[in-house]
């Protein structure tokens, strides 16, 4: 049927085939067609589907609304997707997953749980933080583990950790460097601590304390006074401009 009567499946009019195929069109850009080769095809300019759960239209740069009421807003409860690229999937008001230019993305839920192959966040046991090639699930496995009750686990290997559980503290390392403006702790020279303005490398260099774990020790200025003693020849060195002792009894045992 049509003004032209229609021969084809595209032409403008009214076609129905005996096949099952049809093709409801006004021109080349406005149709609702069947065809056993493209399937079903609609072409609208404007389009509008209507139900008493669902609403699918292309006004606004386009809309996907579905619930038992059917939501026409981003905080309405139901599922809606607008062409902007803002969504709103929510159960209720404190149930959802929701994006909005105005307020970004946003996610409230009682219970969340994100699993993948290297990573869990749970809110299950006061909330699990948990990151490792093998996702570690207690306080002494290998990975990150964090814990809503404050414990919590950085592990390599179990020579290498930082751990929280309890009331107990954990630091184990193979190697160890702590340095600040004034205060530098290493377990290179077999564990040194210095500690200074600038803090000394090494019991002959620089100002202030410095003791590691070949005995050597600095308290004072390398270059001047100072206490100072060197470990590899053995000697014990006091420098000081004046020295005062008051002692009732001294003992000096060579």
């Keep these: 049927m049509g003004p032209t009567i229609p021969t084809t499946l595209t032409d403008a009019g009214v076609f129905l085939s005996g096949s ?19 399937g079903l095809d609609i072409s609208a300019a404007n389009f509008d589907l209507l139900t008493s759960t669902q609403h699918i ?17 981003l905080d309405d409860s139901g599922i809606m997707l607008s062409g902007s690229g803002e969504f709103n999937l929510q159960k ?5 997953f929701r994006y909005t230019k105005t307020g970004g993305l946003d ?17 299950s046991g006061g909330g699990v933080i948990a990151m490792g090639p093998t996702i570690p699930t207690t306080l002494t496995d290998a990975g990150v583990f964090l814990s809503g009750s404050g414990e919590f686990n950085f592990r390599v290997d179990s020579n290498n950790y930082i751990r929280q559980v309890g009331d107990t503290f954990d630091i184990k390392s193979n190697t160890f460097n702590l340095a600040t403006s004034t205060v530098s702790m290493s377990s290179a020279n077999n564990g040194k601590l210095a500690m200074g303005l600038t ?5 002959n260099s620089g100002n202030g304390f410095y003791v590691d774990g070949d005995s050597n020790l600095l308290i004072g200025s390398a270059s001047g006074d100072h206490i100072q003693y ?7 060195d006091v420098q000081v401009g004046s020295l005062e002792l008051d002692l009732i009894v001294v003992m000096v045992f060579m």
């Design 57 to 73: 239209s292309s006004s606004v740069g386009g809309v996907i609304a579905m619930g038992p009421t059917i939501p026409t807003a």
């Design 92 to 96: 209720d008001s404190n149930e959802y």
């Design 230 to 236: 060197n470990s590899d020849t053995n000697a014990f």
């Design 107 to 123: 996610i409230s839920a009682a219970n969340f749980d994100l699993l993948t192959s290297t990573q869990h966040i749970s809110s």
């Design 199 to 203: 803090p000394p490398t090494a019991f």
């Design 20 to 38: 099952g195929e049809f093709n409801l069109q006004k021109d080349s850009n406005e149709y609702f067609r069947y065809t056993k080769t493209g």
